[in-house]
């Protein structure tokens, strides 16, 4: 297979906001405004993600809009896997967040026991993107949780509370650039990216009184998938996300199709 995750560019990072941000309005929106309730939401887009993920593992490379759904699904179900144990079960978050931090140090030392690499540019098996897919649900259930408990410790509007996991970002990017290494650097990123976009969808959807600008959790939600569906189009298009390795495979392969008798 070629590499099934996208070059780690400023696009990767912007529609991961994205889809962050869709993942904590829209399952707020299914839950409690359309009044699905917590399981019936859990199942339905549990349901849907296991479609995706099988649709993803069929191919045998990168395809933007398969993949990129596949983020916006995992969000939804990382988000309902904490929301269930706070608000069904009464788990604090302080305890979710040790439980997952803890499960998430566990996943990451069996993928490298067992692969030898954490690095997104390898994930060309089938193994290695379940390991990959498995982390990515639980850094946003992770993100939920420890995001969650922040804004409970310090009582922060939905805008100031936008400062912290943006400021720790910065403080990521910049020890990469003096020399942390770029797997650490980037799982690091990935996980806070969570909060941040959780933080920006409370902003944007909650009223007015709350601090918030009151687009409400559907306004909140459509403005966003619309910004992924463009991005994801226009990645569709320009393949500026793919990696260089994976352009000459495929060049490769355009190439022997093309040749006379080839099958």
């Known amino acids: 297979m070629l590499n099934k995750v996208p070059e780690v560019t400023l696009y990767f990072w912007i529609i991961k906001v994205l889809c962050t941000t869709v993942g904590e309005s829209f399952a707020d929106y299914i839950n409690e405004t359309l009044k699905f309730g917590l399981t019936n939401t859990t199942l339905m887009f549990g349901a849907a993600l296991i479609i995706s993920l099988v649709a993803q593992f069929r191919l045998n490379r990168y395809v ?19 929301d269930n144990l706070t608000d069904a079960h009464g788990v604090p978050l302080w305890i ?21 690499t954490l690095s997104i540019h390898s994930i060309n098996t089938p193994q290695r993107e379940g390991w990959y897919w498995l982390v990515v649900l ?43 290494g770029p797997v ?7 996980i806070l ?9 409370d902003y944007l959807g909650s009223p007015k009184t709350d601090s918030g600008l009151g687009l ?15 991005t994801v189009v226009y990645l569709s298009v320009t393949h ?24």
Do not use: K
């Not at 559907?218 to 992924?228: N, Q």
């Not at 996300?241 to 099958?263: F, I, K, V, Y």
């Open 64 to 82: 933007p809009g398969v993949y990129w759904l596949t983020v916006v699904l995992i969000s939804v179900v990382g988000t309902l896997l904490t």
């Open 96 to 116: 979710s967040t040790t439980v997952f931090s803890v499960l998430l140090a566990g996943v990451f030392a069996a993928w490298y026991a067992r692969e030898r």
């Open 138 to 180: 639980v850094t946003f259930a992770l993100g939920t949780a420890a995001g969650d408990w922040t804004l409970e410790l310090t009582g922060w509007s939905p805008g100031a509370s936008i400062l912290l996991p943006a400021g720790l970002i910065a403080a990521v990017f910049v020890a990469w650039r003096a020399g942390m």
């Open 184 to 190: 650490l650097s980037f799982w690091l990123a990935y």
């Open 193 to 201: 990216t969570r909060p941040l976009g959780a933080n920006m969808g």
């Open 216 to 230: 409400g959790t559907f306004g909140t939600s459509l403005l966003f998938l619309g910004a992924i569906l463009v």
């Open 240 to 263: 500026v996300d793919r990696t260089e390795e994976d352009d000459h495979l495929l060049e490769a392969q355009h190439e022997a199709e093309a040749r006379p008798g080839a099958a």
